[in-house]
């Protein structure tokens, strides 16, 4: 059976912001609170600073970009919320675009793939409890200092064949963003299963997609909630290649690629019971927890028509 998260739908400023969407987690069957990179409320304290404020719920990273961070830090900090909020914890990670690894580093990756295995082995080692000796991106030796800690699983953004054949080698999780369910279950996963194979790995890695999704409302096209949710990933590079991947027509303008995006089913909209149909697809693809991003509703509606609409589809969906 597959399980339903919630996304924090925006980039919140204050702890209280986030609040309301941690009560999800414990008032519906909703099983984890996520947040993708911010650059104003970090992450990790965000989550710890809402199990701090009473809601001690198993959270998720999806994604953390590795270039703001040495892989001794990022699983320091993994551990860290596991500890805060006594639960397990899923952290996710991705190089980035390489525009952003530019930013941070003077260059970007030479190879994303090569970092991405070093990354991942290097902090699954650490969180393990083994001494990590790495030279590569990363020239380090070092052992997490000793602590009994809730499990941390180690999971690695995809969008495209050749990660989650990496993903099927090296993580705990793969973590997908826009991807509709045929691409999930004619590209993604098939892959990852290479990946499983070449590594002589049994259990496949759990699946999670992001699902961007709204309730549709009177006189609101669905493609300006594609928009309001999407825009920057509908232009970047490799989301558009992922797209084109999955058969969308990226070559129109923006609402052409956001009405391509809907009927491929990666972003999910309609009336209640279309919406939770059309979610199931997901479940038929393939993956094993679905995270319902209400990103686009929060911004053209506010925090309230976000929770009305995530509290509406995790009490309806089965």
Known sequence: MTDYSVLI????????????????????????????????????????????????????????????????????????????????????????????????????????????????????????GEVADCDGEFTFQAQLAPALAP??????????????????EVADVVITWLTPPGYLRDVIIPAVEEGMAKAGRTQRPRIVAMVPVGITREDTDPERLVLASNTAHLQAPHYQDMLRKAGVDTSGDLNAIARGVIDTGGFVTGDLDTVVKKLTEFSEAGVDEIVLNTVGVNKMFGPQEALNDLTAILRTAP
């Open 9 to 128: 739908p925006n980039v919140p400023r204050r702890l209280e912001q986030v609040l309301p969407f941690a009560g999800l987690v414990n008032w519906t069957p909703a099983v984890r609170l996520w947040q993708g990179q911010s650059m104003l409320l970090e992450p990790h304290q965000t989550f710890a600073g809402v199990a701090g404020a009473g809601f001690r719920v198993p959270v998720g990273f999806g994604v953390t970009l590795m270039p703001l961070r040495h892989p001794y830090e990022a699983a320091t900090q993994a551990r860290s919320v596991a500890l805060a909020t006594g639960h397990p914890v899923i952290a996710g990670f991705g190089p980035g675009g390489r525009a952003f690894q530019q930013y941070l580093r003077g260059a970007p990756y030479e190879s994303p793939l090569k970092v991405a295995r070093e990354y991942l082995q290097s902090v699954r080692t650490l969180l393990d």
């Open 151 to 168: 499990r941390v699983d180690v999971g690695l953004g995809v969008l495209r064949p050749g990660m989650a054949r990496l993903a099927g």
